[in-house]
């Protein structure tokens, strides 16, 4: 990163405008102007070069890009999408003197004069080859372009290459005529390590690499607070304001301005509501500049507890409304149209003041146009194009297009009216990922593409820990009031509040689920301190064990848990699924509000934990999974049952094991959470659906496969002899006897597994009743099968 620091004037630097000096060339600097351009490294020959200036401003992304400047770029046809996208808009084809007279000052605005936007907008394209100066026309040619060249559409042949395969002659061209590698390879701005994180992934050798370590080093960082050994610096506690001007400088070297400085600061502050804490807001309450993000508002019918339920049904609300906002009829009423007893449900939900109501429930529809106008808000709903005639006559400015179809003023004024992507396309609640499934389904590379990786190395993780799902931080196994500041900040960036960071059901026990000659010795280890065997392991639900709650386990069972991913209100959930507690004691769980559903009393259910041979059982309890209601499955999923374990499900049965979830949408793997497994081995929806050529994993032998790809096969059932044999199945070495004989050998394992599975058939879905002489009846297609 290079810039021209020689600004004098604190007010000057942090606004971005220029001293008159900054305007001369070398021969029209005062002495002294001189003396202290050489004291930061100019000469004559690097001061009159535009290369030399840097226009960090065109680098933020768009949304960290403040108001007016926004609209400068606005004005010069930029959209949210391309100004990202370096190098894709259409006014960069033009060279400066072509741009309008408003264009140009808006291009001033930007810190662009002639020179600047020529280099670092348009590399001189927009010039004849005639007009070009011998200093550009050097490193043009060196760049591959001749005169017959330049005047046709075609590019140079080096244009296309990555800038690593560029050798030095040519990046030095290259940069001469203002590119480095992000520009030269078009690499989207939320992907650039400066803006998008301000280069928190690098260690501290890799800060020094980047050439931006002297920057940390003077807001305070060392190697030793940088690897958290240390404290953190001072700084990290201070206001923009409170810092230095040479502290100034370093902040925006890394892509700091004061609001994202400011934003970053505040980003600890604990504003999010707790249900029901908050008083019944009135106008007093108002603030028209921090509408609160009512997050809790945004996880899916089936996260929220009994009691956050109730709430929302006291507002009109069933699992459908609430899922799939703006569908309920109390979202198109303002706050102060709301009844008593609605505006206490509100309160009760977490909703802060009227005003995040109004702006996040509401989108300030149930408002006058003339209110709209008060509150501060009707430019947003001129700019989606409405006027005061279609506000009054409840017309629609035109049909409602996708957030990803708007413009960047657009997508602005429906931000400022508290929308958001998911939103705006109504999208329903349980598909939101961050509230769904917490983003669990990306690859480490995905998480940073997004930029949320930070939030979970915050908490702890690491590549090598997610992709393998081994060594998994602390974090994992604190509970909500354990978590420091940062971490509960991190948690709460991922759609984690209190009530679901602490709900067991948001686990996944995906080591408990792999095949017992899958696991890895360490862990068939652990699984044999807590008594498991081969079978019992292969068959969830028929091991001792799973009988006790966790506090019964030993110290060495409990550390053996811990090794496979379970820590108390985990195992209590998923392994034992609370039939260890009597009815008083999962009250604080909420759990007998889903017993009930199944038709369990305290009575019944007290009876059934002290002698689980108790016949007196609900008929729904022994029902198969696809017998259930959807209300009964549901309950059972607050219970941590998914079908396989309900039904007592042989893992070698279960299609991670049997096939690998072949047959499946591409959908469905991200709803399973196993599509990020799929995305390592390189696997895209196109190539999954058959409209684009498979991954070249596909036709590497296991050891042919890094280290990534192999924990992902791992999470795919996979070992190395169950890998390669699909491999010689491929054809990968053209050996059809060899594929035969494996064929031939999957046949017969179908077999004896087959025969297996008729000899447990009869097992009821809990293998602790006296009816286990009983067998159920053979399903159909079993029968074909047969």
Known sequence: ???????????????????????????????????????????????????????????????????????????????????????????????????????????????????????????????????????????????????????????????????????????????????????????????????????????????????????????????????GSGDPPPTEEMHWDELSLEQHVAAMQICFTKSVWESAFSSTVDISPTPGSNPTPDDSDISPETPVYPDFRFRSWLSLSPAVQDYAKTLSYNEDKWNNLGSALVEKIAFKGLSAEEQHAAVQLGFKDALSWNCYMNHYLGFTWDMLEEEGVQAYYVVLGYSEEMWKSNDQPQSKVMWDQLNGAEQTAAQKLCYIKESWDDIPLEKWECSWNHFTGRTWTELKEIQMQHYFIALGWDESSWTSGRNTPATESKHWDDLSADEEAAARAICFEKESWDDPSEFYPILRYKLWDLLENHEQKSAEVLMYDKDTWNIPGTAQVEDMAFDDLSDAQKNAAGVLQFKEDTWDCWQNHYEAFDWKELEEYGTPYFLSIFGWTEAKWDAYVANFESKDA??????????????????????????????????????????????????????????????????????????????????????????????????????????????????????????????????????????????????????????????HTIPNDVAVQV
């Open 1 to 227: 990163m290079s810039s021209r620091q020689r600004e004098y004037n604190q007010n000057f630097w942090e606004s971005g405008e220029t001293p008159a000096a900054d305007d001369r060339d070398w021969s029209e600097l005062t002495t002294d102007e001189a003396d202290a351009a050489r004291a930061i490294c100019f000469e004559k020959e690097n001061w009159d070069g535009a290369q030399t200036f840097y226009p960090a401003k065109r680098y933020h992304v768009w949304d960290l890009l403040d108001e007016e400047t926004q609209a400068a770029a606005g004005d010069l046809t930029y959209t949210r999408n391309d100004w990202n996208q370096v190098g894709s808009a259409d006014i960069e084809d033009l060279k400066f003197e072509q741009l309008d007279a408003d264009q140009q000052v808006a291009a001033q605005k930007l810190g662009f004069e002639q020179g600047s936007w020529d280099c670092w907008q348009n590399h001189y394209f927009g010039y004849l080859w005639s007009e070009l100066s011998d200093e550009i026309l050097q490193p043009m040619v060196v760049l591959g372009w001749t005169m017959e060249l330049w005047d046709t559409d075609d590019d140079s042949e080096l244009m296309d290459k990555k800038w690593t395969d560029l050798t030095s002659t040519q990046r030095d061209a290259a940069t001469s005529i203002c590119y480095f590698q992000e520009t030269w390879e078009k690499t989207n701005l939320e992907s650039w390590e400066c803006p998008k994180n301000h280069f928190a992934d690098l260690s501290w050798d890799g800060l020094e690499e980047a050439g931006v370590q002297a920057y940390f080093d003077t807001l305070g960082w060392s190697e030793y607070s940088w690897d």
């Open 618 to 775: 609900p008929t729904s309890w022994t029902k198969t999974w696809d017998e259930l209601s959807g209300e009964e499955q549901n309950a059972g999923k607050a219970m941590c049952y998914i079908e396989q374990t309900w039904d007592n499900l042989d893992l070698n049965d279960w299609d991670c094991s049997k096939n690998h979830y072949d047959g499946y949408s591409w959908k469905k793997l991200e709803e399973i959470r196993v599509q990020g497994y799929f995305k390592t081995l390189g696997w895209t929806e196109d190539s999954w659906n058959g409209k684009a050529p498979p991954p070249i994993t596909q036709s590497h032998h296991w050891s042919q496969l890094n280290k990534a790809e192999r924990l992902a096969a791992r999470q795919l059932c996979y070992s190395k002899s169950v890998w390669d044999s699909y491999f010689v199945e491929r054809g990968g070495d053209g050996k059809d006897s060899l594929g035969g004989i494996i064929s031939a050998v999957v046949i017969c394992v179908a077999f004896v597994g087959l025969v297996g599975a008729l000899q447990i058939w009869g097992l009821q879905r809990k293998s602790r009743t006296k009816e286990d002489d009983i067998p």
